[in-house]
């Protein structure tokens, strides 16, 4: 069975940091897209992240300069480092893989990411 496993998630005060990771388990195959999304308590999944081939990204505005999405050398692994944490990035993350950023068919469970003020 492919599955997304992430961890990472967690408790941390405004302006901190947290590392989040992702792996795909249970296919050769490497993804051409991997990337994060998140949804916040009664808001829209959104994208955060996303990275294509390796070496394409593309981030949401509110985290441009403090967040930054790459690869393992394994191509199967992503990960996002998240600096200057605000209170506004609560929310559950989802780690996702497929075609391109817009179009994931492959989804982890989701890391809760709380962050206090």
């Known amino acids: 069975q492919v599955q997304l496993v992430e961890s990472g998630g967690g408790l941390v005060q405004a302006g901190g940091s947290l590392r989040l990771s992702c792996a795909k388990y249970?296919?050769?195959?490497?993804?051409?897209?991997m990337g994060w999304y998140r949804q916040a308590p009664g808001k829209e999944r959104e994208l955060v992240a996303a990275?294509?081939?390796?070496?394409?990204?593309v981030y949401e505005d509110s985290v441009k300069g403090r967040f930054t999405i790459s690869r393992g050398d394994a191509k199967n692994t992503v990960y996002l480092q998240m600096n200057s944490l605000k209170p506004e990035d609560t929310a559950v993350y989802y780690c996702?893989?497929?075609?391109?950023?817009?179009?994931?068919?492959?989804w982890g469970q989701g890391t809760q990411v709380t962050v206090s003020s």
């Open positions: 249970g296919s050769i195959f490497t993804s051409n897209a």
């Open positions: 996702g893989a497929g075609i391109s950023g817009s179009n994931f068919n492959l």
């Open positions: 990275i294509t081939g390796g070496v394409d990204t």
